[in-house]
């Protein structure tokens, strides 16, 4: 595999976190600091079909699986150009890197923002769960697990 063939994929955080079962865990790296089926879902797909994958957070905006959360929040983003520039910088890396293929699995919004993004470095995103409610995204993701076929 060349460089450029390289997947990077795109999780989505979640609203459940540690913090909702466990007041006390304290700092949690991110890969476990998100605990929805969704997320878990998404984690065991990124890890059977990516190259590498980050978390696409409210708080931090994207975040690696070893990052350190401090502690619970619930902040949503807003399509703004201060949020558009976080995600850029943060992209610069896995591009020079030469990722050719991104895939979210988040949401529109946040998949708006990360297109909106890679538009910018003449770039596609992979959106392939976007217009299905979270019951058929999460089925879809099993059947790929199970098939040991990526999306």
Known sequence: MHNSDKMLIIL???KKKIWDKKPSAGRTSARYAYTSNY???C???AEKFSDEW???SGKYGLIEPNF???GSYDIRVKATEGIRNKIKE???PFISVRFSSFVSLCGEDYSQILKEVLDLFGLKLYTP???LRIGM???RIKECLELNTPL
Do not use: S
């Open 12 to 14: 989505p955080c979640g």
């Open 39 to 41: 997320f878990k879902l």
């Open 43 to 45: 984690v065991q797909y």
């Open 54 to 56: 980050v978390i696409f």
């Open 68 to 70: 350190m959360v401090n």
């Open 90 to 92: 943060q992209l610069k």
């Open 129 to 131: 769960l976007e217009g």
């Open 137 to 139: 995204k999460q089925k």
